[in-house]
């Protein structure tokens, strides 16, 4: 695998020209040996001390913080380009799916948040914009551009592990598509889905595969301890004769990331089934983690921005990885993306939906 020519394409390992002063520039001398060392946590909670970010130009310790929130998730960028490239040398048509679970056994507990903060991180450093907005970008905007092209899909493989409640590699061998958690998953999320577009929905909800349904919805507020509040209706969804807890945004018109059980106080519980216990929202933030970003957006962007990349570098490398992203583009689209007009998104819902069911 050669990853060493794209390897070149990111911005300085991420940092922007590094430190030289120790006396000027204390705290990023600082961060800059925290990031060396893989000590992670030490850098995000220096740079978000605004006295730390004075030591950087402009908003420049956006690139150091979301740095450390990727390097957090125990993913590491060259890592990733190999397992993406090496992956094309597999007879399976199953490359997509055999990359999730790679990274997914790699990757740390904090990843799904983590990967928000990096990507939210490098986005500001481009002050918001869109990559795909920016004329003539620099060679650093480049860079960073490429990193949140893996960053999205890396939200992706985790958003995947997560449906399967960390199962990822019973849903890779389930040919069949019967996976229980993932059926139930995507079925939540095909009914937030429609959910936002017709508010006269019903219950049961009947729209999703053969045996699995939508059984009750039922509103609740969540309140932290600082007195905030986050609305969502807690879905019941059936399947085999076991029923599976979400949390539906319908403001957003997703279901949102969710682990172990809580009362509407984020206090502990145990059985979903018992009023008063729900699935346990994973950010208590005010920014929720909806499962359409990182499994259909983050998707479609995160090639998108790859792409765009790769084909200005051009060089071997990049032809490879061009290819492993065909393949995946094939794997969870049958017809790909070819016929796709410009500037119009590759993937739609109903082939995510289709791929995670493996219909």
């Not at 040996?33 to 310790?61: K, M, T, V």
């Not at 003539?136 to 905007?141: H, I």
């Amino acid at each position: 695998m050669k990853a060493t020519y794209l390897s070149a394409l990111l911005p300085g390992l991420l940092l922007l020209g590094g430190c030289n002063d120790a006396e000027t520039e204390v705290c990023r001398y600082y961060v800059q040996q925290d990031l060396d060392s893989g000590n992670y946590l030490s850098a995000i909670e220096r740079i978000e001390d605004a006295s730390c970010q004075a030591d950087y130009p402009e908003n420049e310790f956006f690139v150091d913080l979301g740095s450390a929130y990727l390097g957090k998730t125990g993913l590491t960028l060259p890592t990733v380009m190999s397992a993406m490239i090496d992956d094309t040398d597999n007879a399976s048509n199953d490359q997509f799916s055999i990359f999730v679970e790679e990274v997914a056994n790699s990757a740390s507990n904090s990843a799904l948040l983590d990967l928000r903060n990096s990507h939210n991180a490098f986005i500001n450093y481009l002050g918001g914009q869109r990559c795909i907005d920016i004329v003539e970008p620099t060679s650093t905007q480049d860079g960073i551009c490429l990193v949140i092209g893996f960053v999205d899909i890396l939200k992706t493989t985790m958003a995947i592990d997560a449906m399967t409640e960390g199962n990822v590699s019973d849903w890779i061998n389930d040919t069949e598509g019967n996976n229980p958690a993932m059926i139930r998953s995507t079925c939540a999320l095909q009914y937030s889905y429609d959910h936002k577009n017709d508010s006269e929905f019903t219950i049961p909800y009947l729209k999703c595969k053969e045996g699995v349904s939508v059984d009750n919805s039922e509103f609740v507020t969540f309140t932290a301890s600082d007195n905030t509040t986050k609305d969502y209706n807690s879905l019941t969804v059936s399947y085999q004769g076991e029923a599976g807890y979400f949390l539906e945004s319908e403001a957003i018109g997703s279901t949102i990331f969710s682990k172990d059980y809580c009362q509407a106080d984020y206090s502990a519980c145990a059985d979903p089934s018992v009023q008063g216990c729900y699935a346990c929202p994973v950010n208590k933030g005010v920014e929720d983690l909806n499962i359409q970003d990182f499994v259909l957006d983050s998707l479609n962007s995160g090639f998108d921005n790859i792409e765009t990349l790769i084909e200005n570098a051009g060089g071997e490398d990049s032809d490879e990885l061009q290819e492993s992203i065909d393949d995946f583009k094939l794997e969870i689209k049958a017809e790909g993306c070819e016929q796709i007009p410009e500037g119009e998104d590759c993937f739609t819902m109903d082939d995510i939906i289709d791929y995670l069911n493996k219909q």
